[in-house]
């Protein structure tokens, strides 16, 4: 695969799974080929690159005049791109895990709440055209929200993964790697009703001498399976429904959401990096900055000496 199939990869993904605008994914894409280009000229590509060659093209940068903003936006997609490198199996490693650069620090992600995703989740159950719909999304939300999968796993589960009334699935990770994550109880029974649904139309299509699907939500397109834009799409209107604003409403928010709701009620930190199937904690770390700025801004908000007194 050559650096541009790769970054188109890249850009898809980052289009389904955070809903990222037309200009940012034209901003990325023109840093990053950028990049390529520096990096093939040194005779070395995306792949190959590591860290010493990353703050090299920084420096480069910085030489020619470049600005802080500039400078930092580019580490940032170059960050990006190498963690989806390292989740997809492209390479072994990240070399811009711990890289600090120019600009400002590194953005907390942004949650949706519990109240917030609770109305995603009943609407799930009420939303849709016909009663096969409602079935499906509502698996969808309730496993999503359930293991914090990626959209990426979510959508190609295979129905043999879920025979048998599992409390817990194996969920197959970027680059092939594998964990076990385990069901709530809402979850299981959303997945056992669909599941039965499933088993009925591949009897079907058996007896009809139709090819049988192997995923949990098959699709008639050329993946055979619902596609991360499709579940994207899905999920706008469905946050329409629930009263929740679309632009807030992204799959990867809803793994934010699943992994910083369980720290607040009390999981341990390495527990949430395995069932997010984080290879570093590093990466995970990130939510406990998340809960700090959240208790902080409740703190400012709410507790009586941080309010205005000046009455008389």
């Known amino acids: ?161 879920t025979r048998g009334d599992p409390r817990m699935i194996l969920v197959r990770g970027k680059g092939g790697r594998e964990r076990m994550v385990p069901l709530s109880d809402p979850a299981r029974a959303a997945l056992t009703l669909w599941a039965a649904q499933r088993e009925a139309d591949e009897d079907a299509a058996r007896k009809a001498g139709r090819p049988a699907s192997k995923f949990l939500f098959p699709s008639r397109g050329a993946l055979g399976h619902l596609t991360r834009e499709g579940f994207y799409l899905a999920l706008k209107e469905l946050a329409v429904a629930a009263g929740v604003s679309p632009a807030s409403v992204t799959p990867h928010r809803l793994r934010h959401a699943f992994a910083t709701h369980l720290l607040a009620h009390g999981a341990d930190l390495r527990a949430i990096q395995t069932l997010l199937g984080h290879a570093d904690i590093a990466t995970t770390e990130i939510y406990t900055h998340v809960l700090e700025e959240r208790l902080r801004t409740l703190v400012l908000t709410h507790h009586p000496l941080a309010k205005d007194r000046a009455e008389p």
């Open 1 to 161: 695969m050559s650096d541009a199939q790769r970054l188109s990869t890249f850009l898809s993904a980052l289009s389904a799974e955070t809903g990222a605008a037309r200009n940012t994914l034209l901003a990325y894409g023109r840093d990053l080929t950028d990049f390529a280009d520096w990096l093939a000229r040194r005779g070395t590509d995306l792949i190959r690159s590591d860290r010493d060659g990353i703050e090299a093209y920084l420096v480069a940068l910085e030489a020619e005049g470049l600005s802080q903003a500039t400078r930092a936006r580019r580490l940032s997609a170059i960050r990006q791109f190498c963690r989806f490198a390292h989740d997809e199996g492209w390479r072994a490693d990240n070399p811009a895990l711990r890289l600090s650069g120019p600009g400002k620090a590194q953005r907390l992600p942004k949650i949706l709440s519990e109240d917030q995703v609770g109305a995603l989740l009943d609407a799930a159950r009420t939303h849709g055209r016909d009663d096969l719909a409602r079935l499906r999304m509502t698996c969808l939300m309730e496993l999503l929200y359930a293991t914090g999968m990626r959209v990426s796993e979510l959508v190609t589960l295979p129905l043999a993964a």
